[in-house]
C-alpha cells in the first residue's frame, strides 16, 4: 500500500513559479514510476509529467515542457514538480500517482489547488 499526500499549492499570478511534493509513504516508494496529473474546472484530469523509479526518464504533455521539471528524491520518498512561467490555464486541482511502470497507476493523492491569475 501507497500513500501520497501533495502540497505546495496555492495562489500565483501568471509568470510566477510554485513548487509541488508529493510525498509517498512505503518502502517501494524508489520502484515506482511517479507521475502529476491535473484536473481544471469542467474538464476531465489529464496527464502533466511523468518520471521513472530511477529518475532518468521523464516525459511532459507538450503545454507544460519547457516550463514545468519533474523530479524526484528517493531518499526522502518525495516526487516534485517545479512549475515555472505559470499562466492562468494551468489553474487546476494537480494530483500525483504512483505505479509499477510509466503509464500504469495504482495509487493517488488527494490534491492540491493550484490557482494562477492573469
Known amino acids: 500500500q501507497v500513500q501520497l499526500l501533495e502540497s505546495g499549492g496555492g495562489l500565483a499570478q501568471a509568470g510566477d513559479s510554485l513548487r509541488l511534493s508529493c510525498a509517498a509513504s512505503?518502502?517501494?516508494?524508489?520502484?515506482?514510476?511517479m507521475g502529476w496529473f491535473r484536473q481544471a474546472p469542467g474538464k476531465e484530469r489529464e496527464f502533466v509529467a511523468v518520471i521513472s523509479w530511477s529518475g532518468s526518464i521523464t516525459k511532459y504533455t507538450d503545454s507544460v515542457k519547457g516550463r514545468f521539471t519533474i523530479s524526484r528524491d528517493n531518499a526522502k520518498n518525495t516526487v516534485y514538480l517545479q512549475m515555472n512561467s505559470l499562466r492562468p490555464e494551468d489553474t487546476a486541482v494537480y494530483y500525483c500517482a504512483s505505479g509499477p511502470t510509466i503509464g500504469t497507476y495504482n495509487y493517488w493523492g488527494q490534491g492540491t489547488q493550484v490557482t494562477v491569475s492573469s
Open positions: 512505503g518502502r517501494t516508494f524508489s520502484r515506482y514510476a
